[in-house]
């Protein structure tokens, strides 16, 4: 894990028509565009999901620690959702983001909406999304896309495709099983680079699933990702590499480390 302080993100330049990326660990991304812009997605910097482990009798102890601390979000311009469970809307995140004055815009589908209301959020700092619906915040779009979620206590998850103008366009994923509607529509948008998650323990995607979305959407990168934190749902991701080689596509692999700084630029 490489730790991030406040003043990378704020002085990292992003050349044009490139994004830079910064995973932090199981859905969650920090992204940031050549205009300046910084939306986090999903961001979990706490290990507020053990206690819910334990009392299901799941380890969710997180492995690694977060690589930045949520008041360190406060200069963000975007705080996007995918769904409504704690390893992605965590309530100790969001808590510490507001107190150092972070005040959103945050965008969510209708039922994580609805839970960051009640966990104090004003409704007017929040933009509701769904599947094919676009927000723009300076020179950064986000389209959220379709996803299958793990059971019926949230049925409004979504992934984002972000792009940048004149530049590439990255798709995150968010908690999903394989879909070949998923596949399709996101294959229509040509992504770049994408970051599927492999965690199939809890009904999202295998790595065997994530290859064969690969093989649809034929970006230029794969990254993976929900694999690494909690042991209870720990993937090796070169499951997902082995996968690839048999599709032929073991070329389009690769992994980040936690904190480290990726720059993609659209050649």
Known sequence: MQPIHPDDLKNTVVPAGAI???W??????????PGGKIVAVDPYLSN??????????YDMDRRIPPPLAPSDLAGIDLY???????????????????AAGGSGPYLAPAETREKLQSLGVPAEQIVMT???HVHR?????????????????????????ISIDNGPTIWISGDTGYHELIAATVAEQRPDVIF????GTFRNMTPADAARLTEVI???????????LFPANAVSPELLRSNLRLLGLADRYQTLEQGEPFTYQRA
């Open 218 to 228: 034929q970006p230029k990168i794969v990254i993976p990702c929900h694999y690494d």
């Open 24 to 33: 932090l660990g199981q859905g969650s991304f920090l992204c940031k565009s």
């Open 196 to 199: 599927p998650v492999i965690n």
């Open 20 to 22: 830079t990326l910064w």
């Open 130 to 132: 769904w599947p094919n």
């Open 137 to 161: 915040v300076g020179d950064v779009s986000l389209r959220a896309t379709f996803a299958i979620p793990l059971g019926g206590d949230d049925l409004t998850h979504v992934g984002y495709l």
């Open 80 to 98: 996007a959702i995918t769904h409504s469970h704690q390893d992605h809307l965590d309530p100790e995140t969001l808590q510490g983001y507001r």
């Open 48 to 57: 507020s999901c053990k206690a819910i482990g334990d009392k299901a009798g």
